[in-house]
T-cell receptor, first 112, second 114 residues
C-alpha cells in the first residue's frame, strides 16, 4: 500500500459545480496536510495548509482532515474554468528531515 | 512567479550521458529541495540541502548527486542516464529546513533521454 493514495481522475465538471478531491494515507505520523495546485507546464503552488484534524476555509476552497479515518479532502465551490489544473495532496510529519509525501494528483477540468 | 529559477527549461540528451540542472532559490530561502515528477510515479522527493549541507535524502539514485553552493544556488547532477530518467525535475525552496513549511517550486526542467 502506498503511503498516499489519490485518484488521478480526470475529473470533468461544469462551471459552478462543487468539486470534491480526496486523498487517503497510511502513515499515522503525518501531522501537516497540504494541497498544491499545478497548472500545465508549471511548478506546483501551495493552495491550502492544515495542521492535524479539522477544517480550513479560504474563499471558495475548504480543506478537511479526518485523522481518525486517514482521509483528507479539498472542496472547491462555484468552480471556475481557471480552476482547471492538477491538484496534489501532500503530507508530512513534524520532525526535521521528514519528507513531504505527495499524492499522484487529480486532474480537474472545469468547462464553461 | 514563485521566485525560484531553474535552468535549462528543456534538456534532450542520450543514454549514458551526464547532465547538470541548476536552481536558484527565492531570496532569503536557505533550503533547497529537488523532486522528480513522472506520470507513473508522481512527484517524488530526491534530496534536500539546507544552507549548504545535505539534510535529507529520498528516492535518489546513486547515479544522481546534488550540492548547494555558498551563494545558495543548487545543482543536481544526473549521470549514466537511462531512458527511465526522462521526467520533469523540480527544485523548490523554503525559509527553514522543515518540510512542512511552504515550499516554493520553480518552473521545472524537462529532461528527455533518447
Amino acid at each position: 500500500q502506498k503511503e498516499v493514495e489519490q485518484d488521478p481522475g480526470p475529473l470533468s465538471v461544469p462551471e459552478g459545480a462543487i468539486v470534491s478531491l480526496n486523498c487517503t494515507y497510511s502513515n499515522s505520523a503525518f501531522q501537516y496536510f497540504m494541497w498544491y495546485r499545478q497548472y500545465s507546464r508549471k511548478g506546483p503552488e501551495l493552495l491550502m495548509y492544515t495542521y492535524s484534524s479539522g477544517n480550513k476555509e479560504d474563499g471558495r476552497f475548504t480543506a478537511q482532515v479526518d485523522k481518525s479515518s486517514k482521509y483528507i479532502s479539498l472542496f472547491i465551490r462555484d468552480s471556475q474554468p481557471s480552476d482547471s489544473a492538477t491538484y496534489l495532496c501532500a503530507m508530512s510529519g513534524n520532525q526535521a528531515g521528514t519528507a513531504l509525501i505527495f499524492g499522484k494528483g487529480t486532474t480537474l477540468s472545469v468547462s464553461s | 512567479d514563485s521566485g525560484v529559477t531553474q535552468t535549462p527549461k528543456h534538456l534532450i540528451t542520450a543514454t549514458g550521458q551526464r547532465v547538470t540542472l541548476r536552481c536558484s532559490p527565492r531570496s532569503g530561502d536557505l533550503s533547497v529541495y529537488w523532486y522528480q515528477q513522472s506520470l507513473d510515479q508522481g512527484l517524488q522527493f530526491l534530496i534536500q540541502y539546507y544552507n549548504g549541507e545535505e539534510r535529507a535524502k529520498g528516492n535518489i539514485l546513486e547515479r544522481f548527486s546534488a550540492q548547494q553552493f555558498p551563494d545558495l544556488h543548487s545543482e543536481l547532477n544526473l549521470s549514466s542516464l537511462e531512458l527511465g530518467d526522462s521526467a520533469l525535475y523540480f527544485c523548490a525552496s523554503s525559509v527553514t529546513n522543515l518540510f512542512y513549511n511552504e515550499q516554493f517550486f520553480g518552473p521545472g526542467t524537462r529532461l528527455t533521454v533518447l
